[in-house]
């Protein structure tokens, strides 16, 4: 069982249950239907807000702690701003009745440490585009600690029971910490943590793939090509954003990659996207590497300098995915 009576845990906890739903009432004021494709302004407004929210939360807690996150203020204070930053800071006043454009912006520049030693890392808002659909999108707070993410922590407003897409439902939490395996509860009423464990599947064929509806973060084709080298036939598992890695460790799906691209080929992974999901991997049961079988270097600064693309699985057709797509490498695939 996890510690829960540990502050650090409590605080992560805490920290994104607030933030998700603090941007749960930004997704349902200001995400429309008539809303167009181009105007990112409630995204905006909440990725802000929850940095910022976040970033006063372990000021107040961990006077000491550093933060490495997504966002700073510098778009919020540019004059042509000030309608944003003000809406920014009015949504942070709900939790933070003392808020103000001012301090929101230093709560949010709090994020701006160097990533070294022993530091908190935060995506206010993964899956943009699942935020603007009113799909999936998740808060993910992680503790890393030379270079090792110790305890991760992702909130899904938009999950249920770690496993079912449902906008509007009772909302996912879940807790990871090194060496006490992966633990979640609902996020809007809390309760009792319950156990995640990945799936034991091995077949090939059954084997559920998670995919984003945003296709230019992976190679889609090689990911095809790989599904029917192997002979896979289920449909794959489609969403948004981290709430992938709680639909893995709940024993959902079996296999999430990043694969990179010819448009990208140098892409690395910012460690905010990727630490807490990897903990919650590992400690249900499941394992995850870059392409090349290494397991993930968050030493090396804000981005995954050393490690190229990702695999993410329950452990059991983990090699088998990395022979496969290697074969189809060399295959003269791209």
């Known amino acids: 069982m996890i510690n829960d009576s540990n502050p650090e845990i409590q605080f992560a906890m805490e920290a994104v249950r607030a933030g998700a739903l603090l941007a749960r009432e930004v997704e349902r004021e200001m995400v429309e239907p008539a809303l167009t494709k181009e105007d990112r302004s409630p995204v905006t407004v909440a990725d802000f807000a929850v940095q910022g929210l976040i970033g006063c939360l372990l000021e107040k807690t961990f006077p000491a702690a550093a933060l490495v996150a997504e966002e700073d203020s510098a778009q919020l204070r540019e004059p042509e701003a000030a309608s944003t930053c003000k809406r920014v800071a009015e949504y942070v006043g709900r939790r933070l009745a003392y808020a103000t454009p001012q301090t929101v912006c230093a709560w949010i520049d709090h994020g701006n440490a160097a990533p070294c030693g022993r530091f908190w890392t935060l995506d206010p808002i993964d899956g943009t585009k699942g935020f603007l659909r009113g799909g999936q999108y998740a808060v993910g707070m992680a503790l890393i600690d ?167 699985s329950n452990g059991r057709v983990h090699d088998m995915v990395l022979d496969t797509l290697r074969a189809v490498c060399e295959n003269g695939e791209r």
């Open 146 to 312: 030379e270079g090792e993410v110790v305890l991760g922590a992702m909130a899904c407003p938009n999950l249920s029971d770690a496993q079912r897409p449902e906008s509007g439902g009772p909302g996912t939490l879940v807790i990871a910490a090194r060496g006490q395996g992966a633990w979640w509860q609902p996020l809007e009423t809390g309760g009792a943590l319950r156990p995640l464990r990945v799936s034991e599947r091995t077949d090939p064929a059954r084997m559920r793939i998670l995919r984003s509806f945003e296709t230019g973060h992976t190679n889609v084709g090689r990911i095809e090509r790989m599904a029917a080298a192997v002979g896979v036939t289920a449909e794959p598992v489609r969403m948004d954003s981290q709430a992938k890695y709680a639909v893995l460790a709940s024993g959902h799906a079996e296999l999430l990659l990043r694969l990179l691209t010819s448009k990208q080929p140098d892409y690395r992974e910012r460690i905010w996207d990727q630490a807490a999901g990897a903990l919650i991997t590992e400690e249900a049961g499941g394992r995850i590497t870059d392409l090349d079988g290494k397991r993930l270097d968050f030493s090396a600064g804000r981005m995954l300098v050393n490690n190229r693309g990702l695999c993410a």
